[in-house]
């Protein structure tokens, strides 16, 4: 199973970034998929998830309204919208997968599969 994420980079503060994460080596339809992050001397913390379908998305409350996930399950990517971006959610951002049946979580230890993450630098 592969990982890939893109989509990083430097960006102002109120400025947007769309991160990519393109699967392979599995069946996408049946993971749900996740992004996490991780600023600098902080622990990884959960960002968003979607489910197999795409039916059903949640957020971690500091980025809810202005986060936004997807998933293209013919292409194997989910993608990672990000709006007003705040110099906070400078971290490397991760996505991962969980199996479905394991239903919703935000919890990092139920994700199996991890990208090797995308560094996004908000400046201020």
């Known amino acids: 199973v592969q990982l890939q994420a893109s989509g990083g980079g430097l960006v102002q503060a109120g400025g947007s970034l769309r991160l990519s994460c393109a699967a392979s080596g599995l069946t996408f339809s049946n993971y749900d998929m996740g992004w996490f992050r991780q600023a600098p001397g902080k622990e990884r913390e959960f960002v968003a998830a979607?489910?197999?379908?795409?039916?059903?998305?949640y957020y971690a409350d500091s980025v809810k309204g202005r986060f936004t996930i997807s998933r293209d399950n013919a292409n194997n990517m989910v993608l990672l919208l990000m709006n007003s971006l705040k110099p906070e959610d400078t971290a490397v951002y991760y996505c991962?997968?969980?199996?479905?049946?394991?239903?919703?979580?935000?919890?990092?230890?139920?994700?199996?599969?991890w990208g090797q993450g995308t560094l996004v630098t908000v400046s201020s």
């Open positions: 979607i489910s197999w379908s795409g039916g059903t998305t």
């Open positions: 991962a997968t969980k199996s479905r049946v394991l239903g919703r979580s935000q919890k990092e230890g139920m994700y199996r599969y």
